[in-house]
C-alpha cells in the first residue's frame, strides 16, 4: 500500500484537519503544498479537485476532495485508533458537529473576525469593523451550540473517545483565537475553553502546527 497524498496549503485549516486525521490514526503522509489563494490554482489541480478548493486527496489510485471524506476515509482505511465512535447517535454527533462547523462557523470565524483583525493590518489597510461586529454573536451561537452538544464526561467534544469532531474543531480555534475578538468569545464559553485547552497540547496539534497567512 502506498504512502497516500494530501494536496493543499499547511495553513489552511481543512488542509490541518486532515492532517491531524493522519497523525492520529499514525499514517505516513506526503504533503504537496498547493496555495490556491496566493495565485492562481496550478492547472493540473483540476483533475484531484473540480472546484479548485483545498484539500485534496490520492491513495493508491483513490482520490477524494472535501476534508471531511477525506478524514472518514484514514479512519477506516488505515490501523490506528478508531476516531468514529461505535454507536450510531454518536456517529451522527460527529456529522452534527462538523456540518455545524462548516455551515455556520467556518466564514464568521475566520474570514469575518480573524482575516479582518489579523490579516488585514499586514495588507494594508483598516479592519472591517462592521463584517467583525456582525460576526461576533454567528460564533457565540455557534460556541453555545457546540456547548450543549458536548458530553459532560470529557475531556473530547463526545466524551471519552476523540473523534474526527474534535479534529474538525481544533484547526478553526486554533486560528479564530489569534484574534482578540476570537479568544474573547471563547472564554465566554468556559467548557469549550477547557476542551481547548487540553486539544492544544496534544502532540498531533504541534505536529501539524504552522503560522497563518500573512
Given amino acids: 500500500m502506498s504512502v497516500p497524498t494530501l494536496y493543499g496549503a499547511a495553513y489552511s485549516v481543512y488542509v490541518r484537519a486532515a492532517r491531524l486525521a493522519l497523525v492520529e490514526k499514525g499514517v505516513e503522509y506526503a504533503l504537496v503544498e498547493v496555495d490556491i489563494f496566493g ?17 485534496a486527496f490520492e491513495h493508491d489510485g483513490f482520490r477524494l476532495y472535501e476534508a471531511a471524506a477525506i478524514m472518514r476515509y484514514v479512519d477506516e482505511a488505515f490501523a490506528g485508533p478508531p476516531l468514529m465512535p461505535a ?21 464568521p470565524l475566520i474570514w469575518d473576525i480573524y482575516v479582518e483583525r489579523c490579516d488585514a493590518p499586514g495588507e494594508g489597510r483598516a479592519p472591517d469593523e462592521a463584517k467583525i ?22 475531556p473530547f467534544l463526545l466524551g471519552a473517545q476523540l473523534t474526527l469532531a474534535d479534529l474538525h474543531l ?19 464559553h468556559p467548557r469549550l475553553a477547557v476542551w481547548w485547552s487540553m486539544m492544544r497540547r496534544r502532540p498531533s496539534l504541534a505536529a501539524t502546527g504552522t503560522r497563518p497567512k500573512a
Fill in 170 to 188: 481544533a484547526p478553526m480555534i486554533s486560528i479564530g483565537v489569534r484574534a482578540a475578538d476570537g479568544a474573547a468569545l471563547l472564554a465566554r
Fill in 133 to 154: 461586529a456582525a460576526a461576533l454573536p454567528k460564533v457565540a451561537t455557534c460556541f453555545a451550540a457546540i456547548e450543549e452538544l458536548m458530553d459532560a464526561r470529557g
Fill in 87 to 107: 454507536d450510531p447517535r454518536g456517529r451522527a454527533r460527529v456529522v452534527q458537529i462538523g456540518g455545524l462547523i462548516d455551515s455556520y462557523l467556518y466564514r
Fill in 39 to 55: 495565485g492562481a490554482v496550478p492547472a493540473w489541480y483540476g483533475a484531484l479537485h473540480p472546484f479548485g478548493r483545498i484539500p
